[in-house]
T-cell receptor, first 118, second 114 residues
Framework: GAGVSQSPSNKVTEKGKDVELRCDPISGHTALYWYRQSLGQGLEFLIYFQGNSAPDKSGLPSDRFSAERTGGSVSTLTIQRTQQEDSAVYLC????????????????FGPGTRLTVL | AQTVTQSQPEMSVQEAETVTLSCTYDTSESDYYLFWYKQPPSRQMILVIRQEAYKQQNATENRFSVNFQKAAKSFSLKISDSQLGDAAMYFCAYRVNSGYALNFGKGTSLLVTP
């Protein structure tokens, strides 16, 4: 079946503009995750959704970052008033929580959105 | 703080040879899962292998195997019979049983030469 998809693949924006990044998880996956990968770094966890709820938003770096998930499927990560330090690859992952605990389930990643803030 | 250390920023291996990528981690939890992900230039993170911390037997997946030393908090990846398609960034990660976020190292860039 289809994997995790993300759009756009690349986004260039000007400092101060708002951007929206989209993630389509694997069909039937109830858990969805956003990560950020800055140049030369590993992945940094941002937020986790179980269904439409986000039990933990503590990874979001500032109040300019928000995310929502509708219908237990598509998720949008919004960055308001973008700054140059927001430039990174934003990766989305999903997993099928079959055991009641997301920690036992493998996360499958999308190809990411490369965000460049000029 | 929970951290993952990959001490080799870059590694090189000849085709058909064997290479080992190292990883150490630090967590106070006793139940967790360990992963190696591969990230080719396409950016997509691909799961290579997974290890449950409660299992003593090292995981294997075809040419990929791990050496898991729980007491030392070490989780190295061995790639046998290296192929050109193995060239990529390799990330070590873990997730505690009580959580959901993957904690990643900074990665090791693997170059495979003919």
């Amino acid at each position: 079946g289809a994997g995790v998809s993300q759009s756009p693949s690349n986004k260039v924006t000007e400092k101060g503009k708002d951007v929206e990044l989209r993630c389509d998880p694997i069909s039937g996956h109830t858990a969805l995750y956003w990560y950020r990968q800055s140049l030369g770094q590993g992945l940094e966890f941002l937020i986790y959704f179980q269904g439409n709820s986000a039990p933990d938003k503590s990874g979001l770096p500032s109040d300019r970052f928000s995310a929502e998930r509708t219908g237990g499927s598509v998720s949008t990560l919004t960055i308001q008033r973008t700054q140059q330090e927001d430039s990174a690859v934003y990766l989305c992952a999903s997993s099928l929580v079959i055991s009641g605990s997301p920690s036992t389930d493998t996360q499958y990643f999308g190809p990411g959105t490369r965000l460049t803030v000029l | 703080a929970q951290t993952v250390t990959q001490s080799q920023p870059e590694m090189s291996v000849q085709e058909a040879e064997t290479v080992t990528l190292s990883c150490t981690y630090d967590t106070s939890e006793s139940d967790y899962y360990l992963f190696w992900y591969k990230q080719p230039p396409s950016r997509q993170m691909i799961l290579v292998i997974r290890q449950e911390a409660y299992k003593q037997q090292n995981a294997t997946e075809n040419r990929f195997s791990v050496n898991f030393q729980k007491a030392a908090k070490s989780f190295s990846l061995k790639i046998s019979d290296s192929q050109l398609g193995d060239a990529a960034m390799y990330f070590c990660a873990y997730r505690v049983n009580s959580g959901y976020a993957l904690n990643f190292g900074k990665g090791t860039s693997l170059l495979v030469t003919p």
